[in-house]
């Protein structure tokens, strides 16, 4: 919203597009900045809102009590054909399915925003452990006159620590998952980064249909780390059974 | 490209209805013969025919049952269905009302040139007054605010209703409630 702008003339429509809710989070925040400065723009915003309330104080009469019987004897033939019950059914599981995906989303949206900070903590020890890694590549490396690091067969080695896929694989209440931005030694490749948002990355499959429609058949989704838990160990089981 | 399934509670009525369950029928009746008439009362200003075309737009619902896919929101569907039939009665050669204006380029409204009301007037006059305001205003200027701004219908929804760009449902909102802004005398018109 330019301040060289004439209140008069310019911000008609966005003074209706606000107040349809239809304005960008910035442009809407400039908006409401400047009608706090501007007591006519205050009083323009008013006046179209006074529009919106008489619009719908307008009276509404009552549907007549045989519209309802009207329609239905309108059609002559009485009940027309249903639909195939297994094109209604593949409907239904398909609503439940983007009812869920769309939760979901709304989930990571959510678990982005609150870990920000945190990831952006994860990328510094991330970037720290890669410059510590990098000087003891450079300190180990076979230079002329030096003898390199002896190759230890991989049966003679020390058992792996565990890793985050051995840990989700390991009974264990979903409390303990590991959390996704906390940097893991052993798993260089999911340390740091966001595994819901490395999933399709690396080719792995979504949570399936039928999984997401018994989960909101159990009512379970409504909780947003449980999803982000599910979500994630389901990713771990994966990348362990891959 | 398979068509996207939207989450909606009337949808999945409607759903329910087409795999044979009567009652979900009855149920959006309830849920939406209210707004639909009060909707086509206000395209029309002819109780008549907007109970008419309300009886019609419901009968095309039960009719859809062999054939419904849930490709938008139900109110997407519903108010296409109800904007589309009194677009076809206001544009009957024969008929006479009051809304012959189809040009959203009409010039402009007579309620600029209408004396401002005065500060004390009461809810009843001020909403005769709309009303008739709203009843000049052209075709798709009414749809848009009253869909808008009554039914709460993002613009995106509006546009798909009235076959036309987001950016112009934003526009016609606009003019329609700046000139019926200017009717109620406390100002809100375009200068």
Known sequence: VSEGRDDEAVLDEELSAFLDGELEPARAEALRARLARSPALAARLAALRRVDDGLRALPARDVPDDLLGRVKAQEPRGEPPALAVEAVEDAQAKLRVAEVRARLRRARRHAGRARRPRRRLALAVGAAAAAALLALALWTAPLPGRRGPERIPPSARAPRPATPDRVARAPQPPAAAPRRQEPGPAAPEVAGADPLAAAPELGLPEIADDELAVALELDALEDLELIERLDFLQFLARQGSG | ?191
């Not at chain 2, 909606?8 to 795999?19: N, P, S, T, Y």
């Open chain 2, 1 to 191: 490209m398979e068509a996207q399934v939207r989450p909606d509670d009337d949808v999945r009525l409607m759903l329910a209805f087409c795999g044979g369950d009567a009652a979900a029928f009855d149920a959006l009746f309830q849920r939406w013969a209210g707004r639909v008439l009060r909707y086509l009362d206000r395209m029309l200003r002819d109780p008549a025919t907007a109970e008419e075309l309300a009886q019609e737009v419901f009968v095309r619902v039960f009719r859809a049952r062999s054939g419904y896919r849930p490709e938008a929101r139900f109110s997407t569907w519903l108010y296409t269905i109800a904007t589309n039939l009194a677009r076809n009665e206001l544009r009957r050669p024969a008929r006479r009302h009051p809304h012959a204006s189809s040009d959203d380029e009409a010039g402009p409204p007579l309620a600029a040139a209408l004396p401002a009301l005065e500060a004390e007037l009461d809810a009843r006059r001020l909403g005769e007054r709309l009303e008739r305001e709203l009843a000049r205003l052209p075709e798709r200027q009414r749809s848009a605010l009253w869909l808008a701004a009554v039914e709460g219908l993002p613009y995106a929804e509006v546009a798909v209703v009235l076959e036309t760009s987001e950016k112009a449902v934003k526009a016609l909102v606009h003019r329609a409630r700046v000139a019926l802004a200017a009717c109620t005398g406390a100002g809100g018109g375009e200068t």
